[in-house]
């Protein structure tokens, strides 16, 4: 079954590590990725995303996601997350050549960062 | 600017009873979608509107949800009669149009629980 897949549920990090949530994806073709991400209390919202051009996609607060085609992934990172960046994380993604905005979720990934 | 309101933040209700939720989108915004977000899972699209149109209800269980834009601004989400099963966060996102490259805005959500 075509759907988006979030390799790690819960990661717990210390300030100053670096991070890399990983995505995968199993739709062919044209995608459009995204990641979303829910601050504690917080609405989710959009934090980066990737419709065509250079695969490495810069967002907000230092995060950057890699797409790679050939993996069917795109992965989020972060080379020193802070205590803010406890969040849950969502990858996205809007299969077809069309946008219609309808974003299929991952399951998301928790992410806890300890001071 | 005012974000996507929903109310009520929170509902409790016993399994065959029924409950509304509603939402009002960021002024301009076109088009709405709601999501329901089981624990532990990411949204899942029940239903887009553009305007006041239906664009796709494919996920919505008909036989119990209903949705409706009347004016193209407010939406309601109805469940009748409410099973266990949908113990949920239902959030409310919109969007200028369906082409606005999957960035969404979304409501902080209704969490419904169904005892």
């Known amino acids: 079954a075509q759907s988006v897949s979030q390799h790690n549920h819960h990661v717990i990090l210390s300030e100053a590590a670096s991070l890399e949530l990983g995505c995968n994806y199993s739709?062919?073709?044209?995608?459009?990725l995204f990641w979303y991400v829910q601050y504690p209390g917080q609405h989710l919202q959009l934090l980066l995303k990737?419709?065509?051009?250079?695969?490495l996609v810069k967002g907000i607060k230092g995060f950057e996601a890699e797409f790679i085609k050939s993996k069917f992934s795109f992965n989020l990172r972060k080379p020193s997350v802070q205590w803010s960046d406890t969040a849950e994380y969502f990858c996205?993604?809007?299969?077809?050549?069309?946008?219609?905005?309808?974003?299929?979720f991952g399951q998301g990934t928790t992410l806890q960062v300890k001071p | 600017e005012a974000g996507v309101a929903q109310s009520p933040r929170y509902k409790i209700i016993e399994k065959r009873q029924s409950v509304a939720f509603w939402c009002n989108p960021i002024?301009?915004?076109?088009?709405l979608y709601w999501y329901q977000q089981i624990l532990g899972q990411g949204p899942k699209l029940l239903i887009q509107?553009?305007?006041?149109?239906?664009?796709?209800d494919s996920q919505l269980p008909k036989d119990r949800f209903s949705a409706e834009r009347l004016k193209g601004v407010d939406s309601t989400l109805k469940i009748q009669p409410a099973k266990l099963e949908d113990s949920a966060v239902y959030l409310c996102?919109?969007?200028?149009?369906?082409?606005?490259?999957?960035?969404?805005?979304f409501g902080e959500g209704s969490r419904l629980t169904v005892l």
């Open positions: 996102a919109t969007a200028t149009s369906p082409e606005n490259t999957g960035e969404l805005f």
């Open positions: 990737y419709f065509s051009g250079d695969p």
């Open positions: 002024s301009g915004h076109a088009t």
């Open positions: 739709y062919g073709g044209t995608v459009n």
């Open positions: 509107f553009q305007n006041n149109g239906v664009v796709d």
């Open positions: 996205a993604v809007i299969p077809g050549s069309s946008n219609t905005g309808k974003l299929i």
